[in-house]
């Protein structure tokens, strides 16, 4: 599967972005889908994923109750809304597909990623 992945750009404290990651190829029913973002001098860190299937989804801790994963079956697109944005959460944020339809933690268990896309949050 391909990925893009867009939707980043500058926004202050406090404000709302929506990612948005098209595929083409293999469908969500078999994929499990993540997002990641990597800071600068930081290492690329999980941040919300979905099952392939029933589309359960999980967060991490410095996100949950801001940021909501989902998706659009019809147009293959997984997004990410991202509401009350601190400055901790600029990053590249990056969208990838993992190898079975389970949720994944770990960057090893996925084998498509898209090119990133960059978030700025100001203070």
């Known amino acids: 599967v391909q990925l893009q992945a867009f939707g980043g750009g500058l926004v202050q404290t406090g404000g709302s972005l929506r990612l948005s990651c098209a595929a083409s190829?293999?469908?969500?029913?078999?994929?499990?889908m993540g997002w990641f973002r990597q800071a600068p001098g930081k290492e690329r860190e999980f941040v919300a994923a979905?099952?392939?299937?029933?589309?359960?989804?999980n967060y991490a801790d410095s996100v949950k109750g801001r940021f909501t994963i989902s998706r659009d079956i019809a147009k293959n697109t997984v997004y990410l809304q991202m509401n009350s944005l601190k400055p901790e959460d600029t990053a590249v944020y990056y969208c990838?597909?993992?190898?079975?339809?389970?949720?994944?933690?770990?960057?090893?268990?996925?084998?498509?990623w898209g090119q990133g896309t960059l978030v700025t949050v100001s203070s």
């Open positions: 979905m099952t392939g299937g029933s589309g359960r989804a």
């Open positions: 190829g293999r469908t969500f029913s078999s994929s499990g």
């Open positions: 990838a597909a993992s190898y079975d339809s389970d949720i994944y933690y770990y960057t090893g268990e996925y084998w498509s």
